[in-house]
């Protein structure tokens, strides 16, 4: 299964790579029709994903941003003194270097991205903020088993930076897998420090998945037009609907592209047939209690140590270890 990859400034202007051009194809015509979430991030969609962080409504990234920023230090005393600082899927810098600027002696920073171009970005972004640490970037597949690069290997300490709530958008179980993998990894000593979006109030979050100025809906159908581009397909945007919807009992926000009619559309040289109303399902973003997060981590080998949030319980940052 293909699973969502991008953050803050995810794969930039690249092509998806085969796995993912697959996904997209077994998706539309598999039924219920879908598409992975990782295929939103070409460069307009993560452009239109920056534009999302900003917004009145979508409060995570703020959010997490203060509670960082109001607790460095105690994160930082948490992680330790030399430690190597691993994000997968790395960031626009912002949070990274609010981070790596309060921890004691980090040993380096390592980045990993599957995008070269993004990776790229986010190396430049890091080193001009912290211009004395030895970055070393891992372009590869955050989802799937990697090596940390030559003579990290053994490092005694590795701490995971995985900010955003990135963590929502995999299905509970492949983020069990996901936080599994890592705590072998980072071995006996290993850290894990993670934001969390926590369950809320529906209309708080139907708003930041339905916004006013519509930058989430143009996000989504962006989708589409991707398709369109990279199938030769032709589907007609304005025949669609954004559609976001919190599903309480699974704690998701699901998004889904809604035909308003009937009617066919070729990809890849063959036809798909939308009934009136019928969804493609593009998103799914997973909402935790604290305790509940902890307990799913708890499965994957890590023991929380610290928590953090913000007075209105919004987000929540987690810091575990092995
Ligand atoms: C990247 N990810 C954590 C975002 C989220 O909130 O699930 C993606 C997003 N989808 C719609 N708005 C933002």
């Known amino acids: 299964q293909q699973s969502p990859v991008s953050r803050q400034r995810p794969a930039a202007a690249d092509a998806a790579p085969p796995a993912l051009r697959q996904a997209v194809l077994d998706g539309l015509f598999a039924s219920p029709k879908h598409l992975p979430s990782a295929y ?18 979508y409060y995570p990234t703020r959010t997490e941003l203060a509670i960082l920023r109001a607790h460095a230090d105690e994160m930082a005393g948490c992680i330790g003194d030399g430690a190597v600082l691993v994000e997968p899927g790395c ?15 980090p040993r ?45 290997a053994g490092a005694r300490r590795v701490v995971f930076f995985f900010p ?7 299905d ?13 990894l980072g071995g006996p000593e290993a850290g894990l420090l993670i934001g969390v979006d926590l369950r809320k109030d529906p209309a708080v979050l139907q708003a930041a998945y339905d916004d006013a100025q519509g930058v989430t809906a143009a996000f989504n159908l962006n989708l589409l037009l991707r398709v369109n581009r990279e199938f030769g397909a032709d589907f007609d945007p304005a025949s669609f609907a954004h559609v976001a919807r919190y599903d309480e009992a699974r704690g998701r926000v699901e998004m889904h592209l809604q035909s308003r009619k009937a009617q066919t559309v070729r990809v890849d040289g063959q036809a798909l047939r939308f009934a009136d109303g019928e969804t493609i399902h593009t998103e799914n973003s997973y909402k935790y209690t604290p305790d509940g997060f902890a307990a799913m981590a708890r499965q994957a080998g890590w023991q929380e140590a610290a928590r953090w949030s913000d007075d209105a319980a919004r987000f929540g940052v987690q810091f575990l270890r092995a």
Not at 125 to 151: H, M, S, W
């Open 172 to 184: 509970p179980q492949q983020a069990q897998a996901l936080l599994a993998r890592w705590r072998l």
């Open 91 to 105: 960031g626009a810098g912002l949070k990274t270097c609010l981070l790596l600027s309060r921890m004691h002696a």
């Open 108 to 152: 380096a920073y390592v980045p990993i991205e599957i995008s070269a171009t993004a990776l790229q970005a986010s190396v430049q972004a890091v080193a001009g903020r912290c211009p004395k640490l030895a970055i070393r970037p891992l372009q590869a597949d955050f989802t799937r088993a990697f090596a940390l690069p030559e003579g990290l």
């Open 40 to 57: 939103l991030y070409d460069a307009r969609g993560s452009a239109l994903f920056e534009r999302i962080c900003e917004l009145p409504e």
């Open 164 to 170: 955003g709530s990135t963590i929502g958008n995999f």
